[in-house]
Structure formats: C-alpha cells, structure tokens
C-alpha cells in the first residue's frame, strides 16, 4: 500500500515541518511507500491531487480548513479516491474539531494507523465543493481577508480583530430562495449552507443534529432588520443557535438555487470561491472515505 502526505507549511502557526518526519516515519510501519508535497501557494494541493492521488490508497492532508478544502476538490475530481485522513493545524480548525481530531500530531497518526474509515457527505456549489460550509453576506469574508502575519501572531483572536473593521458596514442582500418546493424571497443579512456543528469556532445549537452522511444540509437564513439589528440577530444566532427565533430560518436541504438581484461573493470552507448572481448548491451524499476518530462514528455519521 501507498501514502501520499500533502501538507501546507503556512497553516496556523507554521509548525508542521518540525513533525513532518514522525509522521513520515509512523506511516511507514503500515504503508510501503509514503511520499510527501508540499504546497507553494493556493490550489496547488488541489492540482497535486488530481494529478497524482489515484495512485495512492491513502491521502493525509495537513493544514486548515482552506487545506482540506483544497483536498477534497481534488478528490471529488478523480474516480479512483484514496481514503482521506486529516491533520488539523489551521487557526481554528472547524472540521477537526468537530471530528474530534485535535492538534496533537501523535494522537492523530495513531487515529490514521487504526485506520477506521467511514463515508462522508460532500457538498457542491457550481463547480466547487465544500467539506462543511458555504456562505454569503455579512463577515463571510473576514476569513479570507486576514493577513497571514495577523493569524499567526494572534491566531483565533485575529478572526475578531479582523471582523470588528465590519461591525459599520451595513449591507444587504435581496435574495430569491428556491429549497425544498418553496420559494422565499427576502433582503438577507447572512446565508449560511452547512454540514457542521460548529462554524468559525461556535457551535451552535441545531435542534435536529447534523450527520455528515445523511444526504441533507443546514441552510440558515438571516434576514435584513431595521435599526442594525441584523448584527445582533446574527450574534445571537452563533451563541444560541435555533433557540434564537428572530430574524432566523432554518431549513434541511439536499439542493436548493440562491438568485440575487447582482453579484455576491461566495465563500467556502473559510475561503473566496467566487462571485455570482445565481448558484445552485447540492449534497453529494457518501462520495468520499475519510478515516475518524471511531468514538465520533455514531454522533455524527
């Protein structure tokens, strides 16, 4: 069997490359073969993986969230899909999170050489896929626009710095919804599409709580209030998720279009994916493998 390392040297706090050997090393006992890239710049890890991953039976990516992103375009690109295993070592790290897979290098490999695998959902938008959340509207931004020396120093801080230069800006979106035979037409705040628990490190509550494997999604709406009200409706969302009534719908999809009246910015998985008028978003149920923590299996897949 073959190993395949991608990792991103500039994730997080830029600590990878100290533990790059042990991992290497560790990997070796179960595969006969472990090669190594390292990304230059954004897409590359994408690139890499359509090129070369089908010749793999695993594919561990190290980084943050934008990383695993990276990796799952790629594999959702290929036929032939190595099982997928994840590092976490980004600022926030909202997929390792949730999957229990915290920064502890050596508790990780040791969850990647049990080897337990199970399937999990992939979410498209357009020509674009996403691991656990899309989203437009007010701070969507925020992560992509961070400095990388600001994320570095100041690490999940930085998020906050970063988002309160917004905290002014007033902004509106006049949106046609088209999900689950329904059309709802509104001025929204914020759209959210997510296959998560958590979000830019919250957690917020769900009444129905998400699988990753189910074929659905979350679609969260936050509409436009008078008086900057939206801000608050969207603070009270993060805190107190669907306890939070006002301003706030939410519905479980497996596809829906989002139509504007102009073009917005899209973001997936923490990063920019591009700017539309009208987007369709679906659910790719079970398209990859990916290796978890065998405690999470049941509470979320």
């Known amino acids: 069997m073959q190993a395949l390392v991608c990792y991103n040297p500039f994730s997080g706090k830029q600590k ?31 690139h890499y993986i359509i090129s070369f991953a089908s010749n793999y039976d695993l594919l561990v990516v190290v980084g943050g969230d934008g990383s695993l992103n990276e ?60 691991a656990y959340g899309c989203g437009i509207g007010k701070f969507t931004n925020v992560s992509y626009d961070i400095p990388l020396k600001l994320k570095k120093k100041f690490g999940r801080m930085a998020y906050f710095i970063e988002a309160a230069k917004h905290l002014q800006i007033t902004e509106q979106m006049n949106l046609e919804i088209l999900a689950n035979d329904v059309t709802i037409k509104d001025d929204f705040y914020v759209v959210l599409a997510l296959n998560s628990r958590r979000i830019a490190g919250f957690k917020p509550h769900r009444h129905i709580k998400p699988k990753l494997n189910d074929g659905v999604i979350d679609l969260t709406l936050i509409s436009k209030a008078k008086l900057r009200l939206s801000i608050f409706n969207l603070i009270f969302f993060f805190l107190f998720g669907e306890y939070y009534k006002l301003g ?49 299996a049941k509470k979320y897949f």
């Open 16 to 46: 990878f490359e100290r533990h790059l050997n042990y991992v290497v090393e560790n990997l070796k006992l179960k595969y006969e073969k472990v090669d190594v890239f390292r990304s230059l710049y954004a897409h590359t890890i994408t």
């Open 71 to 130: 990796a799952v375009n790629g594999l959702m690109n290929i036929k032939k899909k190595p099982v997928l295993a994840y590092i976490p070592m980004g600022t926030v790290n909202d997929v390792g999170h949730m999957l229990k897979l915290k920064k502890n290098i050596k508790g990780v490999v040791k969850i990647i050489l049990e080897g337990h695998s199970t399937k999990m959902d992939i979410c498209k938008i357009e020509d674009k896929y996403f």
């Open 248 to 296: 706030f719908k939410n519905l479980r999809i497996s596809n829906c279009k989002i139509i504007s009246d102009e073009e917005v910015a899209y973001n997936v998985d923490g990063e920019y994916a591009f700017k539309k008028k009208e987007v369709n978003i679906e659910v790719c149920k079970q398209a990859i493998d990916i290796i978890i923590n065998k405690k999470i």
